[in-house]
Each structure stands twice: as structure tokens, then as C-alpha cells.
């Protein structure tokens, strides 16, 4: 009797388990409000990145802390997508492909910002502007490629 009970009770908690992971997982729904949120959150601040510095050095903190919360939204931007896309492992390769490629392009872009700048105090705050407007434009362009994917 009492080693029924005991499977019984642990096949309770493996039910309770299944029950609260199928709870925590995400929906399509769920991705798309995350990446249209994340979207919002950046576009909502073109233009509006520290407006109110003084200094230089006051204005690369500030930059700094914007390119904290850009590279945060275009985490979950991302990782949203590419949840969305799961179900077609050639579409998921594709996206982390072009993904590589802009990165570079990024790389390669401030690289230039960083050489015009060079010498300035500017500088470094230039350079994180790039990053800045690079990442929420890839996050636009992605948005409308993928339209269909991540608004219905």
C-alpha cells in the first residue's frame, strides 16, 4: 500500500510540474507583444536620447546607459522573433545568418565613426550613437520584413 501512495504522490508532482512549465511557456502571442513592446520602447526615444547633458563627459555616461537599455530591447526583439520562427529551422538559420552579417556591418560602420572622431571627446560617445541607431534601425527593417510573423 504505501509504495502506491508513493508513486501516486509523485506522479502528482510530476503532473503539478507539467502544469506550471506549460504555464511559464510562451505563446506566439506572448513573443509578439514582447517584440512590439521592445520595438515601442526604442522607437519611442529617436531623437530623445539625452537631451539634457552638459558636458561631454556627462553625455558618454548618459550614451552609455542607452546603449545598456538598446542592446536589452533588442535582445528580447529578437529573441522573440526567433521564437516565432522555431517551427522552421531554415528560417531560424537564415535570421542568425544575416544576424552575423549585420553585426559585422555594425562593426565595420562605427569603425568608420570611430576613425572621423578620432583624437575628439566626442569620440565615444559618437561611436555608441552609431551602435544606437544601427540597432534600432535593424530592429525597424526586421519588423517589416517579418510583418505577417510578429503582428498577426
Known sequence: MRMRSKKACLLCLLFIHL??????????FS???QAKAA???QVSKIG???????STANENICIGRVELETKAD??????SLRSL????PDA????????EEWERYVQK???AIESFYRGGTIRPSAVVSCRIQLTRSRMQDLDVLYYTTLHQ
Do not use: H
Open 19 to 28: 502544469d506550471l512549465t506549460l504555464l511559464r511557456a510562451q505563446t506566439p
Open 31 to 33: 513573443y509578439q507583444n
Open 39 to 41: 520595438l515601442r520602447s
Open 48 to 54: 530623445k536620447d539625452c537631451p539634457n547633458t552638459r
Open 74 to 79: 533588442f535582445a528580447t526583439y529578437y529573441g
Open 85 to 88: 520562427l522555431q517551427a522552421s
Open 92 to 99: 531560424v538559420s537564415q535570421l542568425e545568418k544575416s544576424q
Open 109 to 111: 560602420a562605427c569603425d
